[in-house]
C-alpha cells in the first residue's frame, strides 16, 4: 500500500537537462585540474578542457538524437531492430555491468573521501554501506521523482560552488594565469583526453529518453545540460590556477578540497567551510550514483521484463557493495577507476556513433 | 496490525544505526594549535640518551624541536584573548615531535585552526625549509593558509611574548601582519601555499621577518632564499624591505621622509604603483626599467617651509623621488651584489611577458651563469603631494638657542 503515489511517471526536457550535469558533475571535479596542470603551461589547461568540451557535445547529441528517434522504446528494444535481439541484449547486459561497476567504485571513492576529511575513524564498510543505502533508497523509489532531485540539488550545490569560488577571489593571483597560449600541442591533447574522462556519464540519456513523452526537444536539453559542466570546469580550473599556481597545482590531489579550505568568510565565525562543501559535494555524488544504479536497474529490467525492479535491486545491491570493498589501496581503486573510464568512452561515444550511423544507414525509425 | 508492528521493529533497528558517532571528540580534549615554532635541537645529552632507547633506529640528519601554542577553549572570549600554553618536543622528523608531545599533553593537538609557523633562522639557513614544509602540505588536518615567518635567533620566543593586551600570542602575530598598510618595511604575509608554489618552480623568494623580546615582536625586514639552493642567504633590514616592496608592487601604505632646509618632512603614501618594463634587446643582458608612481599627501613637517608655495612643493616632490630612488637601488644592490638572488620577482616578470627570452635565461638567471648579478636595473620615480593637511603653519619661527 501507497500512501502517494506520483501522477506521473513522465519526464520532460528540464529533467533531462538537469539529469545530463548532475551525472558528469562527480568524482572528477576534485582531480581535474591536477590531472591536466601538468601537461600544460599555466592557466592553458582550459583550452583542452573546451575543446574535449566540445567533442563531447558532438557525441552528446547523437547520443540523444538515436535515444530520440524512437520515443517511449527501451534501449534493448530499438538496439534490437538496428543490431539483432542476441546482440542488443548482449550489449544491454554489458552496459548494466558497466553501471554497476562505475557505482561501486564511486561508493567507495565517496566513503573515501568521507573518510580522510570527516570521519577519521569510523569504519570504512560502515561509510560505504550508509551512502549506498541512500542510493538504493533513492533508486527503488519514482524514477521520475529520482530525476526530479536532480532540479533540486543541482543548483544547491552549484551556489555552493560558486560561493566557493568567490571567496576564493582574494587569494587569486593574476601572475599565476600568465603566460598565456604557451602550451606543446602535444599538452593540449594530452590534457584534452585527461578532461574527456571526466565529462562522461551523459550515456545515461540512452534509457532516460525512453521515459519522455515527446522526445524531439530532447539533444538539444542534453546538450544545454552538458554545456554546464563545461563551463564549471573551465572557471574552476581557472580560480585553481589563480589560487594555486600551475605548479603546485599539479601537486595537489585533490585542489577543489584545498580550495574549499581555504575559504575565509569574512568576519571569522565560519572555518572549516570544506565540511559544508563536502556536504553539497556527497550530495551531487548521491545524484551521480543514485542515477547510475537506477539505469543499471533499468537495463537489467529491460532484458529481464519479468522480474520485478525491486528485486533485481536486492540481488544486485550485495554485489556492488562486495565489489566496492575489495580494492586496498587507493592505487587500486584509481586503477579500477580508469579501466571504468575506457568502458565509459566505449559505451558513451563509440556505441551511441554505431548505433546512429546504423540507423541511418537502414533508415530505422521508432513509431513516434 | 502486523505491518506495524514491522515498522516498530525497523524503528528500533535505526536506533542502534544512527545513535552514536565514532567520531565524537569533546571540544575539552581537543587541544586547538594556533601557532608552531620549528627551531634545531642542539641538545647532546638527548641523543645520547635515544641512542641509548632505541640504538637500531634510522636518524635523521638533524633533530627539530617543534613547539606548539595551544588554546585552553574554555577561556576564548572576543577579541583573540585567552589562556594558552606551550608545548615543546623535540625529535627527527615533524610527526616524530607529534607522537613525543601526545605524550606530554593530555588534549590531542588539532591542526585545522593553525595560524603561523615560525622558523628559526638557523632552521632557514641550513636549508631545511622544504623537508619541513612537507608535513604542512601533505597532512590533510593543514591548511595551505598558514602565515610562515622566519624569527631572528630562536623560533619559540616568538611565541612567548606577553602581549600587553593579553592576546594570545599566535592571534597577536597573525594580527601584526595586517598593520601591513601602515608600516612600509613589512612583508606583506606569505602563505605555506605560496612557498610549495616557490619551491616547486625553483624561484627564489622572501618571507617576512619578526624579531621578538618579552612582551612585544617586531615584524620588519624580511629573509632571502635563494631558489636552487633552497636555502635562506641572508636578511633584508626594514629600509631594504621597502625596497623590496617597492619594486614588487605591493605597498599597501606607509611613509617617506625626506630632509629639506636642515629639517624633516613626512609623506604619506596613500598610493603607490610600481610598474617594470623589461628590455630584452640582448636576451643575456635584459634591461629593466621600474617605474615608481606615488601619490599621498603631506603628513607630518617640521622643516619651516610654506606648503602652499608651488615650488617648495616641487622640491619636496623631487627630494621623494631621490628618496625613493636611493631606497630601491639599495635593495636591487644588495640583491644583485651581496645575496646574488633574484627574490624581486624580475624573473617571473621575463618569464610572463618574454617567455621565449626566459626559456634561454632560466638555468642561469640566479645560478650558474647568474646572468641576473649583471643585468641593469633603471629607476624612475614620480612623487606627487596631493593634500598638504588642515593647517598651513604650526608654530612661528623658532629662534636659534
Same mark, same amino acid.
Given at each position: 500500500?501507497?500512501?502517494?503515489?506520483?501522477? $506521473?511517471?513522465?519526464?520532460?526536457?528540464?529533467?533531462?537537462?538537469?539529469?545530463?550535469?548532475?551525472?558528469?558533475?562527480?568524482?572528477? @571535479?576534485?582531480?581535474?585540474?591536477?590531472?591536466?596542470?601538468?601537461?600544460?603551461?599555466?592557466?592553458?589547461?582550459?583550452?583542452? @578542457?573546451?575543446?574535449?568540451?566540445?567533442?563531447?557535445?558532438?557525441?552528446?547529441?547523437i547520443?540523444?538524437?538515436l535515444?530520440?528517434?524512437?520515443?517511449?522504446?527501451?534501449?534493448?528494444?530499438?538496439a534490437?531492430?538496428l543490431i539483432?535481439?542476441?546482440?542488443?541484449?548482449?550489449i544491454?547486459?554489458?552496459?548494466?555491468?558497466?553501471?554497476?561497476?562505475?557505482?561501486?567504485?564511486?561508493?567507495?571513492?565517496?566513503?573515501?573521501?568521507?573518510?580522510?576529511?570527516?570521519?577519521?575513524?569510523?569504519?570504512?564498510?560502515?561509510?560505504?554501506?550508509?551512502?549506498?543505502?541512500?542510493?538504493?533508497?533513492?533508486?527503488?523509489?519514482?524514477?521520475?521523482?529520482?530525476?526530479?532531485?536532480?532540479?533540486?540539488?543541482?543548483?544547491?550545490?552549484?551556489?555552493?560552488?560558486?560561493?566557493?569560488?568567490?571567496?576564493?577571489?582574494?587569494?587569486?593571483?593574476?601572475?599565476?594565469?600568465?603566460?598565456?597560449?604557451?602550451?606543446?600541442?602535444?599538452?593540449?591533447?594530452?590534457?584534452?583526453?585527461?578532461?574527456?574522462?571526466?565529462?562522461?556519464?551523459?550515456?545515461?540519456?540512452?534509457?532516460?529518453?525512453?521515459?519522455?513523452?515527446?522526445?524531439?526537444?530532447?539533444?538539444?536539453?542534453?546538450?544545454?545540460?552538458?554545456?554546464?559542466?563545461?563551463?564549471?570546469?573551465?572557471?574552476?580550473?581557472?580560480?585553481?590556477?589563480?589560487?594555486?599556481?600551475?605548479?603546485?597545482?599539479?601537486?595537489?590531489?585533490?585542489?577543489?578540497?584545498?580550495?574549499?579550505?581555504?575559504?575565509?568568510?569574512?568576519?571569522?565565525?565560519?572555518?572549516?567551510?570544506?565540511?559544508?562543501?563536502?556536504?553539497?559535494?556527497?550530495?551531487?555524488?548521491?545524484?551521480?550514483?543514485?542515477?547510475?544504479? $537506477?539505469?543499471?536497474?533499468?537495463?537489467?529490467?529491460?532484458?529481464?521484463?519479468?522480474?520485478?525492479?525491486?528485486?533485481?535491486?536486492?540481488?544486485?545491491?550485495?554485489?556492488?557493495?562486495?565489489?566496492?570493498?575489495?580494492?586496498?589501496?587507493?592505487?587500486?581503486?584509481?586503477?579500477?577507476?580508469?579501466?571504468?573510464?575506457?568502458?565509459? @568512452?566505449f559505451?558513451?561515444m563509440l556505441l551511441p556513433a554505431l548505433l546512429f550511423i546504423i540507423s541511418?544507414i537502414?533508415?530505422?525509425?521508432?513509431?513516434? | 496490525?502486523?505491518?506495524?508492528?514491522?515498522?516498530?521493529?525497523?524503528?528500533?533497528?535505526?536506533?542502534?544505526?544512527?545513535?552514536?558517532?565514532?567520531?565524537?571528540?569533546?571540544?575539552?580534549?581537543?587541544?586547538?594549535?594556533?601557532?608552531?615554532?620549528?627551531?634545531?635541537?642542539?641538545?647532546?645529552?638527548?641523543?645520547?640518551?635515544?641512542?641509548?632507547?632505541?640504538?637500531?633506529?634510522?636518524?635523521?640528519?638533524?633533530?627539530?624541536?617543534?613547539?606548539?601554542?595551544?588554546?585552553?577553549?574554555?577561556?576564548?572570549?572576543?577579541?583573540?584573548?585567552?589562556?594558552?600554553?606551550?608545548?615543546?618536543?623535540?625529535?627527527?622528523?615533524?610527526?616524530?615531535?607529534?607522537?613525543?608531545?601526545?605524550?606530554?599533553?593530555?588534549?590531542?593537538?588539532?591542526?585545522?585552526? *593553525?595560524?603561523?609557523?615560525?622558523?628559526?633562522?638557523?632552521?632557514?639557513?641550513?636549508?631545511?625549509?622544504?623537508?619541513?614544509?612537507?608535513?604542512?602540505?601533505?597532512?590533510?588536518?593543514?591548511?595551505?593558509?598558514?602565515?610562515?615567518?622566519?624569527?631572528?635567533?630562536?623560533?619559540?620566543?616568538?611565541?612567548?611574548?606577553?602581549?600587553?593586551?593579553?592576546?594570545?600570542?599566535?592571534?597577536?602575530? *597573525?594580527?601584526?601582519?595586517?598593520?601591513?598598510?601602515?608600516?612600509?618595511?613589512?612583508?606583506?604575509?606569505?602563505?605555506?601555499?605560496?612557498?610549495?608554489?616557490?619551491?616547486?618552480?625553483?624561484?627564489?623568494?622572501?618571507?617576512?621577518?619578526?624579531?621578538?623580546?618579552?612582551?612585544?615582536?617586531?615584524?620588519?625586514?624580511?629573509?632571502?632564499?635563494?631558489?636552487?639552493?633552497?636555502?635562506?642567504?641572508?636578511?633584508?633590514?626594514?629600509?631594504?624591505?621597502?625596497?623590496?616592496?617597492?619594486?614588487?608592487?605591493?605597498?599597501?601604505?606607509?611613509?617617506?621622509?625626506?630632509?629639506?632646509?636642515?629639517?624633516?618632512?613626512?609623506?604619506?603614501?596613500?598610493?603607490?604603483?610600481?610598474?617594470?618594463?623589461?628590455?630584452?634587446?640582448?636576451?643575456?643582458?635584459?634591461?629593466?626599467?621600474?617605474?615608481?608612481?606615488?601619490?599621498?599627501?603631506?603628513?607630518?613637517?617640521?622643516?619651516?617651509?610654506?606648503?602652499?608655495?608651488?615650488?617648495?612643493?616641487?622640491?619636496?616632490?623631487?627630494?621623494?623621488?631621490?628618496?625613493?630612488?636611493?631606497?630601491?637601488?639599495?635593495?636591487?644592490?644588495?640583491?644583485?651584489?651581496?645575496?646574488?638572488?633574484?627574490?624581486?620577482?624580475?624573473?617571473?616578470?621575463?618569464?610572463? *611577458?618574454?617567455?621565449?627570452?626566459?626559456?634561454?635565461?632560466?638555468?642561469?638567471?640566479?645560478?650558474?651563469?647568474?646572468?641576473?648579478?649583471?643585468?641593469?636595473?633603471?629607476?624612475?620615480?614620480?612623487?606627487?603631494?596631493?593634500?598638504?593637511?588642515?593647517?598651513?603653519?604650526?608654530?612661528?619661527?623658532?629662534?636659534?638657542?
Open positions: 500500500m501507497k500512501s502517494f503515489e506520483y501522477g $506521473d511517471q513522465e519526464i520532460s526536457h528540464k529533467e533531462i537537462m538537469f539529469a545530463v550535469p548532475s551525472m558528469v558533475v562527480g568524482l572528477g @571535479i576534485l582531480t581535474l585540474p591536477q590531472r591536466i596542470a601538468g601537461s600544460t603551461n599555466a592557466s592553458d589547461g582550459w583550452v583542452s @578542457i573546451l575543446g574535449a568540451g566540445i567533442i563531447i557535445l558532438f557525441f552528446v547529441w547520443t540523444a538524437k535515444a530520440a528517434q524512437f520515443p517511449k522504446m527501451t534501449f534493448v528494444e530499438y534490437a531492430r539483432s535481439k542476441p546482440a542488443a541484449i548482449t544491454t547486459l554489458l552496459f548494466s555491468l558497466y553501471l554497476l561497476m562505475f557505482t561501486s567504485n564511486i561508493v567507495r571513492s565517496v566513503a573515501n573521501v568521507a573518510k580522510d576529511y570527516l570521519f577519521e575513524r569510523t569504519p570504512l564498510e560502515v561509510l560505504m554501506l550508509v551512502f549506498f543505502l541512500v542510493v538504493i533508497y533513492g533508486a527503488a523509489g519514482s524514477r521520475a521523482g529520482l530525476l526530479r532531485l536532480n532540479l533540486m540539488f543541482f543548483p544547491v550545490a552549484l551556489i555552493v560552488l560558486i560561493l566557493i569560488l568567490l571567496f576564493n577571489l582574494k587569494h587569486f593571483e593574476i601572475d599565476n594565469i600568465l603566460p598565456v597560449f604557451q602550451t606543446e600541442w602535444s599538452g593540449y591533447m594530452k590534457a584534452a583526453r585527461e578532461s574527456l574522462y571526466s565529462f562522461l556519464g551523459f550515456e545515461i540519456v540512452l534509457f532516460y529518453i525512453a521515459l519522455m513523452n515527446r522526445t524531439q526537444k530532447a539533444p538539444k536539453a542534453a546538450m544545454v545540460g552538458m554545456t554546464l559542466p563545461i563551463l564549471i570546469y573551465m572557471i574552476v580550473y581557472i580560480v585553481v590556477i589563480g589560487v594555486f599556481g600551475n605548479q603546485a597545482t599539479s601537486q595537489i590531489i585533490g585542489p577543489l578540497i584545498d580550495l574549499a579550505k581555504e575559504v575565509i568568510v569574512p568576519g571569522q565565525f565560519f572555518e572549516r567551510i570544506e565540511s559544508i562543501f563536502f556536504v553539497i559535494w556527497i550530495m551531487t555524488l548521491f545524484n551521480t550514483t543514485a542515477m547510475a544504479f $537506477d539505469v543499471s536497474i533499468m537495463a537489467l529490467n529491460s532484458v529481464f521484463t519479468k522480474m520485478k525492479k525491486i528485486n533485481l535491486i536486492f540481488i544486485t545491491s550485495p554485489f556492488v557493495f562486495l565489489i566496492g570493498i575489495l580494492p586496498n589501496t587507493f592505487h587500486e581503486i584509481m586503477t579500477i577507476g580508469t579501466w571504468i573510464s575506457y568502458f565509459g @568512452i559505451f558513451s541511418k537502414r533508415r530505422v525509425r521508432g513509431y513516434g | 496490525m502486523h505491518k506495524r508492528r514491522r515498522l516498530v521493529l525497523c524503528g528500533m533497528l535505526l536506533l542502534f544505526l544512527t545513535a552514536g558517532c565514532w567520531d565524537r571528540i569533546d571540544i575539552e580534549e581537543r587541544g586547538f594549535v594556533l601557532g608552531t615554532a620549528i627551531d634545531l635541537s642542539k641538545n647532546e645529552e638527548e641523543e645520547e640518551n635515544i641512542e641509548a632507547e632505541s640504538p637500531g633506529k634510522p636518524k635523521g640528519k638533524t633533530r627539530f624541536i617543534l613547539t606548539n601554542q595551544m588554546v585552553i577553549p574554555g577561556t576564548i572570549v572576543e577579541d583573540n584573548s585567552g589562556e594558552t600554553y606551550n608545548v615543546s618536543a623535540s625529535g627527527d622528523t615533524l610527526f616524530e615531535c607529534v607522537r613525543e608531545m601526545a605524550a606530554r599533553t593530555s588534549q590531542s593537538p588539532f591542526y585545522e585552526h *593553525n595560524k603561523i609557523l615560525i622558523l628559526s633562522e638557523d632552521v632557514a639557513k641550513r636549508g631545511h625549509i622544504p623537508s619541513l614544509l612537507d608535513v604542512f602540505l601533505r597532512d590533510k588536518e593543514m591548511k595551505r593558509s598558514i602565515q610562515v615567518l622566519i624569527a631572528v635567533g630562536e623560533a619559540r620566543k616568538a611565541l612567548e611574548v606577553k602581549p600587553q593586551n593579553k592576546e594570545m600570542p599566535a592571534m597577536y602575530i *597573525n594580527s601584526v601582519v595586517n598593520n601591513a598598510y601602515k608600516n612600509l618595511g613589512m612583508h606583506p604575509e606569505v602563505l605555506v601555499g605560496d612557498i610549495h608554489e616557490y619551491l616547486l618552480l625553483d624561484e627564489s623568494f622572501t618571507l617576512p621577518r619578526i624579531m621578538s623580546d618579552g612582551d612585544e615582536i617586531k615584524m620588519t625586514g624580511s629573509a632571502v632564499f635563494q631558489g636552487d639552493a633552497k636555502r635562506m642567504i641572508g636578511f633584508l633590514s626594514s629600509e631594504e624591505t621597502e625596497g623590496l616592496n617597492i619594486i614588487k608592487n605591493q605597498v599597501e601604505g606607509g611613509l617617506f621622509q625626506v630632509e629639506i632646509e636642515g629639517d624633516l618632512i613626512v609623506y604619506e603614501i596613500k598610493k603607490l604603483k610600481t610598474r617594470i618594463s623589461a628590455d630584452v634587446a640582448d636576451p643575456l643582458r635584459p634591461k629593466f626599467h621600474v617605474t615608481v608612481l606615488a601619490q599621498g599627501n603631506l603628513g607630518e613637517k617640521y622643516a619651516m617651509i610654506d606648503p602652499f608655495d608651488a615650488d617648495v612643493i616641487t622640491n619636496i616632490e623631487h627630494k621623494l623621488e631621490h628618496e625613493i630612488e636611493r631606497i630601491v637601488n639599495s635593495t636591487t644592490e644588495k640583491l644583485q651584489k651581496d645575496f646574488e638572488t633574484d627574490a624581486m620577482g624580475l624573473g617571473t616578470l621575463l618569464k610572463r *611577458n618574454h617567455y621565449k627570452v626566459w626559456k634561454r635565461l632560466e638555468g642561469d638567471w640566479d645560478r650558474g651563469e647568474k646572468y641576473f648579478t649583471r643585468c641593469e636595473i633603471e629607476v624612475t620615480a614620480r612623487v606627487q603631494i596631493e593634500r598638504r593637511g588642515t593647517i598651513i603653519k604650526s608654530h612661528g619661527a623658532l629662534g636659534d638657542m
